[in-house]
């Protein structure tokens, strides 16, 4: 650790350094500017740290900074011109560096892509930062460090005077018996946004999802003339999803209930047509993330390192209700491998979707630690 470190108190001594200056190549698309929950992947980036109290933030801009500024101007935040951004990250997190003074007692240094850190997060790096000796404090869920690091000032020059390659990871690497790691309950500092898929999930993980009300549901299935007796399996299916999704939202996995809901109360929509699963998936090209529910709730896989979604939790809900009453996956598969034990590939594809199912279940039951029968009978009268 470094001599002399000694914290003076309060965030009035930590500043906060937004990089915002780069091409954003990967994504094809002006990152900092992006819709993101209700406002821009920018302005998300900087309330963050206003909601956890840092009144010095610090943006670095480079490319297309004319678009920039005039944001920053009226959220009254500092903005940093970086002339040297074509150079790569490291060159803005230098510029940002360089520009803080020595009044300055430690930096946050959040990557614009990374905009969504809960103001919980950034309180815990502070108690650790002011409360300990360590220089280099990360956040870390699930035992992955994230952003911000939260980096005492005396590390300045170090940045100011780094020349080889590897940018502030390296640096960073160079003084690990400096670091203090936070657990924290907070997916978003895990989340970037490199490339369009990593936007969608982040617009999922905001909520910024479009999905039809229930009215319009209701309308949907009204327009393809689905049966009432496929309505009644449909919203059993969708009770149940919401049921599985509200105890694993309170476990701590990041799902939309809405979503949920929406995607089993539409996911047989086109029952008793071939191929309904894609049928139906075609009839919500309006809603692509209904749709994608949708057209994949009668075959799916879950792999071994694969998180919890919501079209995991449709897929099982939908296995576990018989009609419109739920019942144990094995009462529920054992009639049709009965009917089918003479035909090896149609026998095959349902003991397929059989352990499919058995292995959502098992991974929910883990992650909520209780047996799912218990949330059946709590949740469901106890048709089960």
Not at 75 to 95: D, H, P, R, W, Y
Request: charged share 20%; with cysteine.
């Amino acid at each position: 650790m470094f001599a002399g470190t000694e914290k003076n108190q309060g965030t009035d001594s930590l500043a906060a350094i937004i990089v915002a200056a780069g091409y954003s190549f990967r994504m094809k698309r002006f990152k900092p500017l992006l819709a993101l929950g209700g406002s821009t992947v920018l302005e998300k980036a900087v309330h963050s740290f206003k909601n956890a109290g840092i009144r010095d933030i610090r943006v670095v801009v480079g490319h297309r900074a004319s678009e920039l500024l005039p944001f920053l101007d009226r959220l009254g935040v500092k903005s940093i011109l970086n002339t040297n951004f074509s150079e790569g990250m490291f060159s803005s997190v230098v510029a940002g560096v360089k520009s803080l003074g020595p009044e300055t007692n430690g930096f946050f240094l959040l990557p614009v892509d990374n905009p969504i850190v809960k103001r919980d997060t950034l309180d815990k790096l502070q108690t650790t930062f002011f409360s300990t000796e360590f220089g280099i404090v990360y956040p870390t869920y699930q035992g992955m460090r994230g952003h911000p690091p939260l980096i005492s000032y005396q590390y300045v020059k170090n940045v100011l005077n780094w020349n080889k390659p590897g940018g502030m990871r390296a640096l960073l690497e160079q003084y690990e018996y400096d670091v203090s790691e936070v657990e924290v309950v907070d997916p978003g500092i895990l989340l970037d946004m490199d490339t369009p898929e990593d936007y969608h999930q982040m617009l999922k993980y905001c909520g910024d999802i479009q999905v039809p009300s229930e009215e319009e549901c209701y309308a949907i299935i009204k327009r393809a003339n689905t049966s009432v007796r496929v309505i009644k399996h449909c919203e059993q299916v969708a009770r149940l999803s919401c049921a599985l999704g509200s105890y694993l939202i309170r476990s701590g996995c990041q799902l939309n209930l809405q979503l949920i809901r929406t995607a089993a109360l539409l996911h047989d929509l086109a029952k008793g047509q071939s191929q309904h699963a894609l049928v139906g998936a075609q009839m919500l090209v309006n809603f692509p993330e209904v749709a994608e529910i949708v057209a994949e709730h009668m075959d799916i896989c879950l792999a071994p390192d694969q998180p919890i979604t919501e079209k995991e939790i449709v897929y099982l809900a939908d296995k576990l209700v018989m009609n419109d009453q739920t019942v144990p996956l094995q009462d529920r598969f054992a009639g049709p491998l009965e009917q089918h034990k003479n035909n090896q590939e149609v026998f095959t594809k349902i003991m397929q979707r059989f352990c499919n199912a058995e292995k959502i279940q098992t991974r929910i039951e883990q992650i909520i630690k209780m047996p799912l029968q218990e949330i059946l009978k709590a949740d469901l009268g106890g048709q089960s």
